[in-house]
């Protein structure tokens, strides 16, 4: 018998016996469905949170308070937002210290409650300056951003978030309108496009003033004290030698080493690996969890194969006595339970697909169709198969055809 003769004989056991074949590769079909979306699931997790990163502005450094050491755990008041000053923003502005730094933005920021005549929400309120529009990449969709001298004079003006203006304003043009502030009336200016939520959360869940105006109404220390510097490279060549002056430049300031120093200098390449290191561990934790219903649907594979031998023994018995070979025998239940295995596994790819189509838009962020992962579920498939009827198959070769012929 040639293997095209053993691919159909095959064949013809697999539909002799459609719901046990059906419910044989069942487990396959569930495990490499599993694992397809888990891969997917994580890959497409890893796609949004870069595009999230990114989205907050292009060749970014971010300058946090406080720092971490692998030993002593949490230094300099990390997370308390006091070791930042806004002379630290002007001393990184200056193009002497930090030429390869092109522009500074220092952000304060507070949870306020906005009041817009009968409607109020409570949203971020961010001071800060010009440059900001340009560091954060963000633009407006109307209206416009506050100038310089706004910021000099402690302008009342404010930019709003989408967000925010749609709590407070609806569907009306939030422009030229005037919201309060703990007291303090602003008159929105603009509107900012829609940047989507991030790590950080909802960008469009805010409202920007000039940081002068921040310090003079919400600050208690007048505005000395800073949440965050952004920092924009002049380029993404530069970016290194940004982040180098900038550590230098605010070590030097502070008075202290690279080993106690009280901020901290990310870029966003760090904060993409760090985001998928963290996406990576879970992914790979996932899919090991899911490649165990692979194990299960395997041993599911052998155990209908050895029911199979033990059905059709007195089959065996016959062929072995009309010439058939030991070797044409394992070959053919190698064959049988290769395919149940196979068939499993184009099964399960389809159902993985067409679930990723499915979750994608459910979830919020796309569900990846990994090619690679694809055919190497298919490979796996193929090999659960053979290697659970490698046993059956030989348990059916080492048969004594007078013996199974004798069989009841």
Not at 268 to 282: C, D, K, M, P
């Amino acid at each position: 018998m040639n293997f095209g003769e053993t691919v159909r004989t095959a064949l013809d056991a697999i539909r002799s016996r459609r719901l046990r074949s059906a419910l044989t590769v069942l487990g396959i079909l569930i495990g490499i469905a599993a694992v397809m979306l888990t891969v997917g699931l994580g890959q497409g997790a890893q796609q949004k949170v870069t595009e999230q990163i990114n989205s907050l502005g292009s060749n970014l450094l971010v300058v946090t308070p406080g720092s971490t050491t692998s030993t002593t755990g949490v230094r300099g008041g990390f997370g308390s937002a006091s070791s930042l000053t806004s002379a630290d923003a002007s001393l990184l502005a200056d193009a002497k210290v930090a030429p390869d730094i092109a522009a500074v933005a220092p952000v304060s920021t507070g949870q306020q409650e906005v009041d817009a005549g009968a409607q109020n929400w409570t949203t971020s309120v961010v001071g800060t300056t010009p440059a900001w529009e340009q560091v954060r990449a963000r633009t407006t969709s109307q209206g416009r951003f506050f100038s310089t001298q706004e910021l000099d004079s402690a302008a009342r003006v404010a930019v709003i978030g989408s967000t925010t203006a749609s709590e407070l304003f609806g569907v009306r043009n939030p422009v030229g309108q005037t919201v309060t502030v703990a007291g303090v009336p602003f008159t929105i200016i603009g509107m900012l496009n829609t940047a989507g939520s991030t790590i950080g959360g909802d960008q469009d869940d805010q409202l920007v003033v000039p940081a002068t105006t921040w310090a003079a109404a919400f600050s208690s220390s007048g505005g000395a004290s800073v949440s965050s510097i952004y920092l924009q490279a002049a380029s993404q060549d530069t970016l290194s030698a940004a982040y180098q002056e900038a550590s230098n430049a605010l070590m030097t300031s502070h008075g202290q080493s690279a080993a106690t120093a009280d901020f901290t200098v990310n870029s966003q390449a760090s904060l993409v690996q760090t985001a998928t290191a963290t996406t990576s561990i879970l992914t790979v934790l996932l899919a090991g969890i899911a490649a165990i219903s692979l194990l299960v649907g395997g041993i599911g594979v052998m155990n209908i194969m050895l029911v199979s031998v033990t059905e059709r023994v007195r089959e065996i018995g016959l062929r072995k006595a009309l010439g058939a070979t030991p070797r044409a025998i394992q070959r053919q239940f190698l064959v049988e339970a290769s395919m149940l295995g196979l068939v499993g596994g184009v099964m399960g790819v389809l159902v993985g697909v067409v679930f990723a189509l499915i979750l994608t838009p459910v979830i919020g962020f796309p569900v990846a169709i990994s090619i690679p992962a694809a055919l190497g579920a298919l490979v796996v498939s193929l090999g659960i198969g053979v290697v659970a009827g490698v046993y059956p198959a030989r348990r059916a070769a080492r048969l004594a055809p007078i013996d199974a012929l004798r069989s009841e």
